[in-house]
């Protein structure tokens, strides 16, 4: 009876794609998975889930690419320094402190694959994002996958069973994520870990997105986090007017740059950003996050492309590609052709990562007390994310 409850809840969320499905259909040459609707088309791959393309008219009417990756699925898992370009982090995104957690006074040990092992990164050196997800269903206009996580991978405690489902409609984007714990406790917390230029790296002017405006209307505090970006445990106001404050107007994301507040604000040595936003709307009574208004906007006055994240998670993440270097080359979809000012790579400071999810490490923090967010068990309700990027063109943006 339960396992029935539970699979038509699961139902329920993935209804969508139940219709149509078109047994003709099948990855292009490059092995992308393409669908399409009025507005957009994007591309995905069974690694990491992953999109790796999403193409819409700018304000000119020319078609641009707006998101970093590959021109092809093999090379996803050929490339090593794996920027984690548009996949879902899993099984648990962001950082996990000390690679360590504790679930009912029992201590789980996972793979700590970043800062010399001081800590966990998405998932360990074999999370989610590097692995090919199974193509469980494929229509015109939408797209899922599922991975089975085994009891142990990684370190978690537990086999996780989930359900990635992206859909386009109009000029949206939405995507459903669903995971269950179907063996022991564990914790889960996924995310998807999208590289944007809403400019398609076009811009003739600038290579950098520091000039797209970011807007984060319910994010008045953020989480505090040590030189390696683990949770301290306290939650920071983003006074009005700060380097961090996004909420109370529209601002420049290279705004504050040049101001001594932003040097170490994404970790030791690091300028820009790389932080976790909290979204907080439910003092102002109960919400349906599909109308009432959006968690983030990005969008750039060059393209006039404007996203609006509409999304049920408490936390968002915003990375300013502090990391690029110019090593990763542009997918031939993207970029400016003979051109010597803007050779054809991701710069510093070139991109946006967008993440709706959770509070980050919220596991080893109990003080939050967000247990009934990030812990699953088989006897409980699944873990479940939602989100609706919706773009339009705005002629107007400051
Ligand atoms: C696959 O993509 C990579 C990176 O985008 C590119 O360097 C390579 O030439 C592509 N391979 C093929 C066969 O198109
Ligand atoms: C993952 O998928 C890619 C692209 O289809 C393929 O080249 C690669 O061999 C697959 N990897 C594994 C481990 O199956
Ligand atoms: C880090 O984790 C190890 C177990 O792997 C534990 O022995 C140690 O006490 C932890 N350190 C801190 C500071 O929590
Ligand atoms: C830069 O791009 C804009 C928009 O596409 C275009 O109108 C303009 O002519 C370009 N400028 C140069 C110098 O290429
Ligand atoms: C970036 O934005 C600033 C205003 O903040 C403006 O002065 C500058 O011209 C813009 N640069 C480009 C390349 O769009
Ligand atoms: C700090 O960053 C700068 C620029 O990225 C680099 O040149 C310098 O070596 C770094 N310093 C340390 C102590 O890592
Ligand atoms: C750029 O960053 C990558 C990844 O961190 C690193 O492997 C590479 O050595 C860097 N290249 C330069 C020129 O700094
Ligand atoms: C366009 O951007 C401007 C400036 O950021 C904003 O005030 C306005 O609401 C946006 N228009 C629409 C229709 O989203």
């Known amino acids: 009876m339960r396992l029935n409850t539970r699979l038509t809840t699961l139902g329920a969320l993935l209804l969508p794609i139940a219709s149509a499905q078109d047994s003709t259909l099948g990855p292009d040459k490059d092995g992308l998975y393409w669908i399409k609707s009025e507005g957009l088309q994007a591309a995905f791959i069974p690694y990491g889930a992953s999109i790796t393309h999403l193409l819409i008219n700018d304000q000119y009417g020319v078609q641009r690419d707006i ?227 959006f968690v983030a906007r990005l969008a750039s006055a060059w393209s006039g492309i404007q996203v609006d994240v509409y999304s049920d998670q408490e936390a968002f993440q915003m990375y300013s590609c502090n990391g690029q270097n110019g090593s990763m080359a542009l997918k031939t979809t993207q970029g400016l052709k003979d051109n010597a000012d803007f050779p054809r790579v991701i710069p510093q400071y070139g991109c946006v990562v967008m993440e709706v999810e959770d509070w980050i490490d919220a596991i080893n923090q109990p003080s939050w007390q967000r247990q009934s967010k990030q812990i699953f068990e088989p006897s409980g309700d699944p873990y479940v994310l939602q989100a609706s990027y919706r773009f339009s063109i705005n002629s107007t943006i400051a």
């Not at 648990?92 to 092992?117: H, L, M, P, Q």
């Not at 996924?190 to 984060?216: I, P, Q, R, V």
């Open 67 to 293: 998101v970093a990756g590959f021109d092809n699925a093999s090379y996803y898992e050929i490339d090593k320094q794996h920027p984690h370009f548009g996949g879902v982090p899993g099984r648990y995104a962001n950082r996990i402190k000390n690679s360590t957690f504790e679930i009912d006074g029992e201590t789980y040990k996972v793979d700590a694959n970043e800062n010399g092992g001081l800590d966990t990164l998405h998932g360990g050196s074999d999370g989610w994002d590097y692995r090919n997800f199974t193509v469980v269903s494929y229509t015109e206009d939408s797209i899922t996958f599922s991975i089975v996580d085994p009891d142990g991978k990684e370190g978690f405690p537990g086999e996780v069973v989930s359900y990635v489902t992206y859909t386009v409609h109009d000029s949206t984007w939405d995507f459903k994520m669903i995971a269950l714990a179907t063996t022991k406790k564990t914790p889960i917390m996924l995310s998807s870990h999208t590289y944007w230029n809403l400019d398609g790296f076009a811009n003739n002017e600038t290579s950098t997105a520091l000039n797209h405006t970011f807007y984060l209307p319910y994010s008045g505090q953020r989480v505090g986090v040590d030189n390696i970006l683990i949770p301290t445990g306290d939650i920071l106001a983003n006074q009005p007017g700060s380097v961090n404050d996004f909420w109370t107007a529209p601002k420049q994301i290279g705004k504050s740059f040049g101001e001594p507040e932003l040097e170490g604000n994404c970790g030791f040595n690091c300028t820009g950003y790389d932080n976790c936003w909290l979204v907080n709307r439910a003092q102002n009574g109960p919400y349906d996050w599909r109308a009432d208004g």
